[in-house]
């Protein structure tokens, strides 16, 4: 298992990080280490076992959908980086005129 | 320093005021900072405050709480309203949360003062607080070795005889190595026994608050404060909370504490290691109880299925610190994706990057059934593990750490050395179940805890069995030798 066909600049990308070179094969070369041991697992039985997401015994938890005080616009706007009046500040996602 | 409840109860009959202990307390941390640096924030002015309203209530002749006058540092991963909050990170180095914890509104609601918002390794991430971005702490025992981690800086605070309780969080063994390292108590409770809501996320499955303290009923009583069902937070569970203070044993007669046949015991390798643990299962014999042998045969899986599951939380968690709502924010011309990638680059330290590239490889499609599934299948087998031993057991006794507490930079190079270090305390996590250190002796001087589990939500039990034991021994008593020379 340790030489996995890890595309780093690919899951990077995905994870929306920019890695220096150095820090990419630094990385590489830490994560062929680690699968050494998660590669532990590919020889264990799993077969007809469920997976575990969470442990404890909670199916869905509902709430009254009731009103409650918040946050005001200023609480929730004060560790903004930017902002514009009510409005968190953010470069621009859509293409074209507005 | 003497204990929590000491104080607690000097403040309640109104022999100490609760502000005189918090100053004696902030000249302590003041003291001693600049050879520990535990804290990333001291909060004089919130403890002050807080401590004059406990000695109103008092004088009034009210109810002061179970805590009363009770100082407390908090891990800088819960929230505190309006005072900074870190988690140990660059991309939260400014941000100043509207609102709090529930655990620390508990907290101060029982009359506990909060002293200061301690160091840990960036976002929980680490065994030895070398991760912060901002300095590590050293360990009161040895200024030349770590406190463990992550959260170093309570077990640090504690272990020094600053404060008597501290907080921490335990997603695979941060409150349980960091408290073995500093000979100080540490419980992780039920998964769901506490509420997370303002606790800032690393995986979301197995992340929980728990005491750090001088002795096992200080732990027990910060626990009681803080359990219970908080409709903050849907995954904290509605079962009743005990007193738990009320459940701390003086012998262990009738008590079966089970001893594990299927951890390697090559992990633990130093001999002084073997002889501490062995002399520590006698004790609980001589005790009154009864050993049993279990067989947990999956827990050898456990670091690699900690290594895929909570990487995997942790890059979808973290995925929100993007720089546009809250943290740092660094620009990068008109392009909102050069924006994340360049926020994220400057914010977020190795550790943290190296996690979030892992848990984003484990999740990718084409590879999420062959490592995060079967992860998630193998996380079962481990809770059947533990649900067939507690048939036979009430408390299961084994390590809490495969060493005494490193030196500095000793591991900070080697990510699965240092991931090692959990080999005994993540089982647990990925079952859910409680589990807590209990200061057990020391080898070469430097302190060593043994842990104690219980099945879930039967917390009260292995602090029984942790309060008995601490009596009997005394290990919790001993001070840190390094500061008391000086």
Partial sequence: MADVPIDIHYVAKLARLSLTDEESARISAQLSRLFD??????GLDVSGVHPTAQVIPLANVYRDDVVKPSLSNDEA?????????PYFKAPRILEGEF | MISGHEIRDAVARRERSAVEVAQQALQAIDRLEPRLRAYISLLPE????????VDARSRAGQDAGL???????????????????????????DFRPPYSATVVERLEAAGAVVVGKTNMDEFAMGSSCENSAFFPTRNPWDEGRVPGGSSGGSASTVGAGCVPLAMGTDTGGSIREPASFCNVVGVKPTYGRVSRYGMIAFASSLDQAGPLSRDVR?????????????????TSVDVPVPRYADHLLEDLTGVRVGLVDDFDETIAADSGMTSLYQTAYRNIEALGATLVHVRLPHAKYGLATYYLIAPAECSSNLARYDGTRYGLRVDGGDDVYSMFERTRAEGFGPEVKRRIVLGTYALCSGYYDAYYVRAQKVRTLMKADFDLAFASCDVIACPAVSCPPFELGAKSQDPVAMYLMDYFTIPMSLAGIPAMSVPAGYVNGLPVGLQLVSPAFEEARMLGVAHAYEKATGHARRRAPQLSAR
């Fill in chain 1, 37 to 42: 041991f998660i590669g532990e697992l590919q």
């Fill in chain 1, 77 to 85: 706007l004060a560790n903004a980086p930017q902002r514009d009046g």
């Fill in chain 2, 46 to 53: 919130r403890a002050l405050s807080q401590a004059r309203s």
């Fill in chain 2, 67 to 93: 805590l009363a006058g009770v100082p407390v540092a908090i891990k800088d991963l819960f929230c505190t309203k309006g005072d900074r909050t870190t988690c140990g990170s660059k991309i939260l180095q």
């Fill in chain 2, 218 to 234: 200080d732990a027990a009583d910060a626990l009681e404060v803080i359990a219970g069902f908080d409709p903050m937070d849907s």
